[in-house]
Each structure stands twice: as structure tokens, then as C-alpha cells.
């Protein structure tokens, strides 16, 4: 295969890391005879730096003839001013934006080795693999609001809407994504109390008896998901919900594993490229140092291989080689709990010896 791939290094420790995701894919490529053009274009507060602008337009255009996008983190302490008319964060939502991506992937799965570092105790988490799908450009974040004095009274207001085709391509989406897994999907929604929490659920429903009829679909409401997720992780495979539920739900789930440092996220749309990226952030306190996880990036770079260049067995290749860096106990600081421990590259060193071996 020949594909055209875009890396968005951005601030702090995202070149350090975006580095070790370069290599990565190199070694991919020769492994598994692909050509992968890599390209690398500004984004962030060093775009701000270099040009003004957070979201320049070649790295846009760039993004929009690529096969698949993979980004660092963007922000730091240089760009934090809130009054300041360009941020970082702003080149992050712009390209989500302009790439029309309406689903986020977020895998929460616990390493054996890690699970420790978890929260919560061995017995509940350990085996947990859940794979949520988060609407990601509709819903309240993108209603109607405003704010004034009604009758007197200071008071502000936010509109929740979802349409049926917004609900079906999200679902249809998590569906496929089950059958390749454990078969089941969970859809999380308010529908006790929510109209567009009820059009969702009437959505899914009809959605996973029609098409998707040997999918175990369940129903759960958030509030009952929110327990769930703490008390019995292991029981859920995909889980679908909307916009607001799955920007709380999914930072309560990347608890489980105990670990930044190990999470990956995907973004993708109907078409055209997918944008790839640690969930993690730019973490200031770290960059330079050569200490930072590259894991989660190259995680990351897994979730590229597999959903927007359809490379199964090479992103297979890449996770387990982080299973098996993971099994013979190496450890970057985040991770260590007092063992020895190995900076970036060396980590990244001995992923690529597991790759080749
Ligand atoms: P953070 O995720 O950057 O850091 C939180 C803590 O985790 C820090 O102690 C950091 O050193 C550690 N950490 C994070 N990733 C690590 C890794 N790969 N290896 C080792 N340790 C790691 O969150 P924060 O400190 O709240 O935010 C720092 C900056 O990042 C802010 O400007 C924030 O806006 C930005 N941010 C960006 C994104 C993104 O680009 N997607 C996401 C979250 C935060």
C-alpha cells in the first residue's frame, strides 16, 4: 500500500513523541512492503509562533489529501493567556471541524502489568476492553444558547438536539466496530428524561433490529452507565452514546487502566481521513526531558493502521509489540512504581526490536 499519512507534532512533549510514532511506522512499512509518504505540518502554539494562526491552511490542505492524520498535543503554559484571540486548542476543534469528524474511538483497555496503577481494585478491572464511540459535532455542545435576564433573574440556556441520521451513522458505526470484537453494544442515553435522549434510543433500536440483528444490543441510562463503569467494567464491549455522556463517560473510563500515558483516541468521519492522537496532552512539566510514554502515540498509530488504513494485521503487529515491551517490564517513568525505568526512545527501542523479532 501507498499512503500519504500527515504528522501534526504540535507543543510540548509532541514531537518528542510523534518522533517515536515516525519510527514506528517506518519500520512498519519495511516489515509489511508499504510506501508511507510522511508529512509533517504545524498545528498548536508553535503554529501560533510560526504563523498566527493555530490551524494554518497548508496544514488543512495537507490533512485533506492524506490517507490519515496523527497528532501529538497541542497547548502549554506560553499560549495559556484566556484573552488571547488565537489558542491552540483552537487549531485542534478546527481541524476536527474542517475533517468532519463525528465519531470518537476511545479505547480503555487495562494492561495486565499496569493494573496496579489502577484506582480501582485487580479483581474488578483486570480484562477490561471496552471500545466507546462518542458523537462528537452535534448534540448540546453545538445547540442553541444565550444568556440575559429573564423576569427579572440572571439566566443562561443551552439546547440539546440530535437528528435521526446523526444517531444512525454513529450507531451503524459502533455496530461494525462490535461484530469485529465480542458482538455486543451498549447505547447510553437520558431517555427517561431527555426528548433527543428518546429519538436516540428509538434510533439505535431500529438501527441494531434491522441491520445488525445478530449484534447483542443493550440499553442503559447514564446515570446507571456511570456505576456500571466503576462497578462491573469487564461486561462491556462497544459502547455508543452521545456527545455531552461521552466526553464524561470516557475520561471516567480512562481512569480504569491507571495510566495517561497508555490511552489512544480516534476521531473519524464517513469519509476521508481519520485524525489519530494520545489522550493525553502536551505535559509541559515533562517536554524536553526524554521521558515522556510514547506509548499511547504509538497506540494511537495502531488505531491508524486499522481504522483509516485497513492494516489489521500491522496494527495487531504494533500492539502487541507493546504488550510484549510491557510483559518484559520495561517501564517509562509514568509508569514505573518505583522499577527501573527506560526513557522514550529506549521504549520505543524496544518496541521496534519485538516489531523485527
Ligand atoms: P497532560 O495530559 O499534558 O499532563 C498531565 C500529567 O500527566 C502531567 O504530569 C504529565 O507530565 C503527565 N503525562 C501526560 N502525558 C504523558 C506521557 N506521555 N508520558 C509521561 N507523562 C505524561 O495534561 P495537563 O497538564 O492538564 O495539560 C497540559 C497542556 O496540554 C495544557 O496546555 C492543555 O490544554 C493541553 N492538553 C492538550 C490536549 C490535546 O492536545 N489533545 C489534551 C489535554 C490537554
Known amino acids: 500500500m501507498e499512503a500519504k499519512i500527515v504528522l ?7 514531537p518528542e513523541i510523534i518522533n517515536q510514532a515516525e519510527r514506528v511506522l517506518e519500520q512498519i512499512a519495511a516489515r509489511f512492503g508499504h510506501r508511507f509518504h510522511l508529512e509533517r505540518h504545524l498545528i498548536g502554539g508553535i503554529a501560533i509562533d510560526q504563523t498566527g494562526s493555530p490551524l494554518p491552511p497548508e496544514t488543512v490542505a495537507a490533512c485533506h489529501t492524506s490517507s490519515a492524520v496523527l497528532l501529538g498535543a497541542v497547548g502549554g503554559p506560553k499560549w495559556d493567556d484566556p484573552n488571547a484571540a488565537v489558542r491552540p486548542e483552537q487549531g485542534l476543534l478546527g481541524i476536527r471541524k474542517e475533517l468532519q469528524l463525528f465519531a470518537n474511538l476511545r479505547p480503555i483497555v487495562t494492561f495486565a502489568e499496569l493494573v496496579d496503577a489502577s484506582p480501582l481494585k485487580r479483581d474488578v478491572v483486570e480484562g477490561t476492553d471496552i471500545l466507546f464511540f462518542r458523537e462528537l459535532t452535534g448534540g448540546i455542545y453545538f445547540g442553541d444558547s444565550g444568556s440575559g435576564v429573564v423576569d427579572g433573574v440572571e439566566s443562561a440556556f443551552q439546547t440539546m438536539a440530535y437528528s435521526v441520521p446523526e444517531v444512525e451513522r ?21 431517555a427517561n428524561v431527555l426528548e433527543p435522549s428518546r429519538l436516540w434510543r428509538r434510533v439505535a433500536q431500529r438501527v441494531m433490529s434491522e441491520e445488525f440483528p445478530e449484534v447483542r444490543f443493550e440499553v442503559l441510562l447514564v446515570d446507571a452507565m456511570a456505576m456500571h463503569l466503576i462497578s462491573r467494567p469487564r461486561d462491556f464491549d462497544v459502547v455508543v452514546t452521545s456527545n455531552l455522556f461521552g466526553d464524561i463517560l470516557t475520561d471516567e473510563a480512562s481512569m480504569l487502566p ?29 517536554a524536553g526531558k526524554g521521558i515522556a510514554n510514547p506509548l499511547a502515540t504509538l497506540l494511537a498509530s495502531a488505531m491508524m493502521l486499522r481504522y483509516s488504513l485497513h492494516l489489521e494485521t500491522e496494527a495487531v503487529a504494533v ?34 526490536a519485538k516489531l523485527t523479532a
Request: charged share 20%; proline share 5%; net charge negative.
Open 8 to 14: 501534526l507534532p504540535g507543543d510540548g512533549i509532541g
Open 258 to 286: 491507571g495510566s495517561l500515558g497508555m490511552l489512544p483516541s480516534a476521531s473519524v468521519g464517513s469519509a476521508g481521513p481519520g485524525l489519530f492522537e494520545p489522550i493525553h496532552g502536551s505535559a509541559p512539566d515533562i
Open 319 to 352: 500492539e502487541t509489540a507493546v504488550r510484549d515491551v510491557l510483559a518484559a517490564g520495561l517501564r517509562t517513568a509514568d509508569i514505573a512504581r518505583g522499577a527501573t525505568t527506560v526513557n522514550t526512545v529506549q521504549m520505543t527501542d524496544a518496541v521496534l
Open 170 to 190: 454513529i450507531v451503524r458505526l459502533a455496530a461494525e466496530a462490535a461484530k469485529g470484537r465480542r458482538n455486543h453494544l451498549v447505547s447510553v442515553d437520558k
